[in-house]
């Protein structure tokens, strides 16, 4: 561990006093602010450290050049001093928070005098780090049309391969005080620009455009390279550190955003200030934005099953409900025909009740389901049967209103369902031996739904099918969200992932249940799958294999091939089927339909995988 900075105690304070609304505040009544030989400069507002050592002061004068003028949601300018000082941990950039539309334009010389702040982005509780600003100001123009400070480079060469410092475990893991180490680590490099005028060159997407009008480039086009032309996000260790965020300064009435996916190109010269917000940390607001070249990428369409082999596929279909278009249950029904093959198992996640997010007290699907399957049988697909267990009114998360639960599909002609007293929302499914072979008290059933861990949350739904004379014990997951994580960018290194905890118990009840039937029958065939909403590296997928209980099938992919899901230009696992060791033989597809184009049916990709069982 490398010694903090002098200035640790003084930051560790002002976090410790941080105000609710994402303001940290120094102290009250400071006097103005200058530095030891002159007055005071943007670099001696930065500082060597995250957090301002000016901050909760009041300066005079400050002078810049302005780079980016942003009329829209946090309303401010950015200026950067062109005579910059010689260290190249103190950015030349700053951000002036103006609250209502600034009244300068690029090119203008100013001074500023105001308030120095630190703002939190989602608030002091979120793990963000904080940007540091000007706020409450006094705008004076000297002269206008000025030539812009030179933007510094963002590539290859100049981001560092290592991702971020370890935090001080005198400060909670927090990295806030540390002296800034840009040409060691990624993190401190994007900090020591904060504000600053900064550009790339041609860059490869890696995370499509988002109905917010943003999207993810890769400056390392190298890095962890998905086969499709994403980014792998492949260990807690892999935090990809060539990604980067992409925004506009223009209003999109004005300009509208590109629309991209993955593997597209986004070419030329991307030039404006950096910023840093809550929803995927620095941020790259584009003055000048590069052009989108296409690529040809297509959605994915997986092998047909041949007739000795069952086919059993997963797929989140995102809050599906009768309210929604009929487009998109249109649209998901031709994805299960034609690029899942029509599998002969389906577990559905975030199937809603047959009003959506209405709370009504509504907990039947009926509706939602018969509109499904009747899109997939006019889509040329089979006539599916489902099976599922309503689940208590507000009692599984998700959409508020919607109750959502998981749904098993299963084609009739090719696989039968084995009822056994179908259980209830809160009755348990359990194991008992019928001629030396494993069977479930409750088929549909839901396992263990009293247990702690699926408080709030989504209850495993276990079912038992019969394949040309084989039975097959097949359990559908929803796991609980990773809402509440810190994101990678957090100031706590490593950040806080408070979610697995939740995530961890469930997969240990899952694993105890495959565990159950395995003691009754050794080489059962059982399929644990759905949003497991967890890496195949994480302690969630190692809790649900222990023992050897259960195989990710996953991991048999190459690793360039293991991902269902993109967030912030991570290709990234989150569901996922695994195997118990009777099934030794498959074939394994991640489907990829949805998660890395900007056209999306839901926000997954499908998984499949067919055996012999």
């Not at 208590?392 to 508020?400: A, F, I, M, S, V």
């Not at 190459?558 to 033989?585: C, F, H, M």
Request: proline share 6%.
């Amino acid at each position: 561990m490398r010694s903090s900075h002098p200035r640790s105690a003084a930051v560790a304070a002002l976090v410790a006093t941080a105000l609710a609304t994402g303001l940290l505040a120094g102290s009250a009544g400071a006097a103005e602010g200058s530095a030891a030989d002159g007055p005071v400069r943007i670099h001696d507002i930065q500082g060597t450290t995250r957090i301002s050592p000016l901050a909760g002061k009041q300066v005079a004068d400050v002078e810049g050049i302005v780079t980016g003028v942003r009329t829209y949601g946090s309303r401010g300018f950015w200026i950067q001093d062109p005579d910059a000082d010689d260290n190249d941990a103190t950015s030349e950039g700053v951000f002036v928070f103006t609250s209502s539309v600034p009244t300068v334009t690029v090119g203008d010389a100013v001074k500023v005098s105001g308030t120095v702040g630190e703002y939190v982005p989602g608030g002091v509780n979120s793990g963000n780090q904080s940007v540091t600003q000007i706020s409450k100001p006094v705008v004076t123009v000297v002269s206008a049309g000025n030539a812009l400070p030179e933007a510094a480079a963002i590539n290859e060469y100049t981001v560092p391969a290592e991702y971020a410092p370890a935090g001080d475990p005198a400060a909670a893991g927090s990295i806030n005080g540390l002296a800034l180490e840009p040409a060691r680590y990624a993190l401190d490099f994007y900090e020591s620009l904060e504000g600053m005028n900064v550009k790339i060159g041609t860059s490869r997407v890696v995370g499509a455009t988002d109905p917010y009008s943003e999207l993810w480039v890769t400056v390392k086009g190298w890095e962890n390279t998905a086969k499709r032309g994403g980014t792998i996000y492949g260990s807690y260790e892999s935090q990809n550190t060539g990604r980067l965020q992409i925004q506009q300064l223009a209003p999109l009435a004005q300009q509208p955003f590109p629309v991209a996916n993955v593997g597209d190109k986004l070419t030329g010269t991307t030039e404006g200030p950096l910023d840093f917000n809550q929803f995927g940390g620095y941020t790259l607001v584009a003055r000048t934005l590069g052009t989108v070249k296409a690529g040809t990428l297509a959605p994915e369409k997986t092998k047909a099953q041949p007739e000795h082999e069952l086919a059993v596929a997963t797929y989140n279909v995102e809050n599906l409900d009768p309210t929604d278009p009929q487009a998109k249950f249109d649209a998901l029904a031709k994805a299960v025909v034609e690029n899942l093959a029509s599998p002969d198992i389906l577990a559905l996640e975030e199937i809603q009740d047959d009003n959506g997010a209405k709370n009504d007290g509504t907990v039947s699907a009926e509706q939602t389901l018969t509109k499904f399957t009747a899109a997939i049988a006019a889509a040329g697909g089979p006539a599916y049967q489902w099976r599922t267990v309503n689940p208590e009114d507000k009692k599984d998360g998700g959409e508020p209103g919607g109750n959502i639960r998981q749904v098993f599909l299963f084609n009739p002609a090719r696989v039968s369902f084995t009822e056994r007293a179908p259980g209830d929302a809160v009755t348990a499914t359990g194991v008992v031996q019928e001629n030396g072979k494993a069977a479930l008290t409750h088929s549909p059933g839901r396992i263990d739904p009293a247990n702690p861990a699926w408080a709030d949350s989504r209850k495993p739904l276990a079912g038992e099918f019969v394949f040309r004379g084989k039975t097959v014990f097949v359990i559908a997951n929803h796991f609980g969200s990773k809402g509440g994580d810190e994101g990678l960018t957090s100031h706590h290194q490593p950040p806080v992932r408070s979610s697995e905890a939740k995530r961890l118990l469930q997969a240990q009840a899952v694993n105890g249940f495959v565990k159950e039937i395995l003691a009754a029958e050794k080489n059962a065939n059982v399929l644990v799958l759905g949003d497991i909403n967890d890496f195949e590296f994480s302690a969630t997928t190692n809790a649900l294999a222990d023992g050897g209980a259960l195989y990710p099938a996953i991991t048999s992919l190459p690793k360039p091939e293991r991902y269902s899901y993109v967030y912030q230009g991570n290709a990234q696992v989150l569901d996922q089927i695994l195997t118990s060791p009777a099934i030794k033989k498959f074939t394994y597809d991640s489907v990829h339909i949805n998660a890395e184009f900007a056209d999306q049916n839901s926000d997954h990709d499908p998984q499949v995988l067919r055996f012999k069982p």
